[in-house]
């Protein structure tokens, strides 16, 4: 485990290495994270999903990218559902571009709020939002907001994956798929109890290069090369051709995953912090690939 100095001299390391901007901030990010939770129960569809989606929309236009959105309605087991993925866009000079990535849905049950599931990807994309509004960019950065990762009922190819489906469709249909360098997808990365799965279905590439990042930073140990094979949203994007990775705390999840349990006690500042400054490396280091 990182010590206090430690983890303080990382984060310098890489605050030195950014060429201009908002230092990614741990805090604001958790701070996010409690207002999209306080919206209540998420789960697409809903009353209190339209509201946080106001919200999200609201905070990203004053982030200085390019707003749009992905809306479809799609059937599922409780029939068809509304969905809307969010998409904001910072233009780069190259032609090509790199996508960060997260759900901001929660599970359809009673009570449940989804601090860690759904919460801390959407306070970490918000938070990502902040910390690249006004850095120069070579490739386009586009943040995505997936709906429905969550499975209306149970977990299938067919009830599931709503958003990140529809929209690996969409992309591979106007080309920009074939522009992406990466996908970088964040899940459930606020826990704690900070330790990511070496996910076996990513591209190794790419899985590679930000544990790699992670490694010249000082978070090895949170950074393991050690678990198995997760089905989330950078499958229908690896599917399609596009090389992607999956960054997921989710081994530590069994005493709170998908229960009421999942609130913001469980999250940590310092994970948030850990996350956004491993990825704005990889980022760097993605942009110096062809």
């Known amino acids: 485990m990182l010590t206090p100095r430690l983890l303080a001299v990382s984060l310098l390391t890489a605050t030195l290495s950014l060429a201009a901007g908002k230092n990614f901030s741990g805090a604001d990010a958790l701070a996010a994270t409690g207002k999209a ?12 999903m339209a509201r946080q989606r106001a919200w999200i929309k609201q905070t990203l236009a004053t982030r200085g990218c390019t707003l749009s959105v992905d809306a479809f309605t799609a059937p599922t087991p409780d029939g068809p559902v509304a969905y809307e993925n969010i998409i904001c866009r910072f233009p780069g000079k190259s032609g090509k571009a790199i996508a960060v990535t997260g759900h901001y849905d929660t599970k359809k049950m009673p009570g449940f709020v989804g601090a860690n599931d759904g919460g801390s990807s959407t306070g970490f994309l918000l938070e990502f939002a902040a910390t690249l509004q006004g850095r120069p960019r070579v ?32 992309w591979q249909s106007d080309g920009t798929n074939a522009k992406l360098k990466a996908l970088l997808n964040v899940d ?12 076996e279905n990513s591209a190794s590439s790419v899985r590679n290069l930000v544990w790699g990042a992670a490694d010249s930073l000082g978070f090895s140990s949170g950074f393991p090369r050690q ?44 994970s948030f912090e850990i996350v956004g400054t491993v990825l704005l490396r990889s980022l760097e280091l993605l942009e110096q690939q062809k």
Do not use: C
């Not at 995505?144 to 969409?170: P, Q």
């Open 188 to 199: 459930m990365i606020g826990d704690k109890n900070f330790r990511l799965v070496w996910e």
């Open 139 to 170: 490739d386009d950065v586009i943040i995505v907001f997936f709906d429905g990762e969550e499975a209306v009922r149970d977990w299938t190819d067919s009830d599931s994956l709503y958003g990140s489906r529809h929209l690996a469709a969409k």
């Open 37 to 48: 939770v306080a919206f209540g129960p998420r789960h697409s569809g809903s009353p209190a």
């Open 227 to 270: 678990g198995g094979p997760v089905a989330d949203d950078h499958m229908p994007f690896l599917l399609a051709g596009v090389r992607a990775v999956d960054l997921i705390n989710f081994s530590s999840q069994s005493t709170f995953w998908h229960t009421a349990k999942d609130t913001m006690d469980k999250l940590s500042a310092r």
